[in-house]
């Protein structure tokens, strides 16, 4: 299972992101390792709740974590059948 983890750096005891739409970047991990660190292009500009998912359902994500998501992410997310998580933390703390 891909699991896509919002944060505010690029390794492991980076912070939780508090908002996943302009996160400024996503830790993707596949059964406990990491497979891949990018960029939000969404950071500034409209639609970054609807992009990012997008992008995570294209990377095979079916799960992710944040601080807090908007209305748009979360609908999205549902349509795209990706769990969502709600949690404060390091990114290390995610990992399983």
Do not use: C, H, Q, T
Not at 7 to 17: I, P, R, T, W
């Amino acid at each position: 299972m891909k699991v896509a983890i919002a944060s505010l750096g690029k390794d492991l005891e980076s912070e939780v992101s508090s908002v996943a739409g302009r996160s400024p970047y996503y830790v993707i991990f596949e059964n406990g390792k990491l497979i891949e660190v990018f960029k939000n292009p969404f950071l500034v500009g409209g639609g970054a709740g609807f992009g990012i998912a997008r992008i995570l359902k294209d990377k095979g994500v079916s799960k992710v974590i944040a601080g807090n998501f908007g209305g748009n992410m979360k609908n999205s997310l549902k349509e795209y059948n990706i769990e969502y998580i709600e949690s404060k933390g390091k990114v290390k703390d995610f990992i399983n």
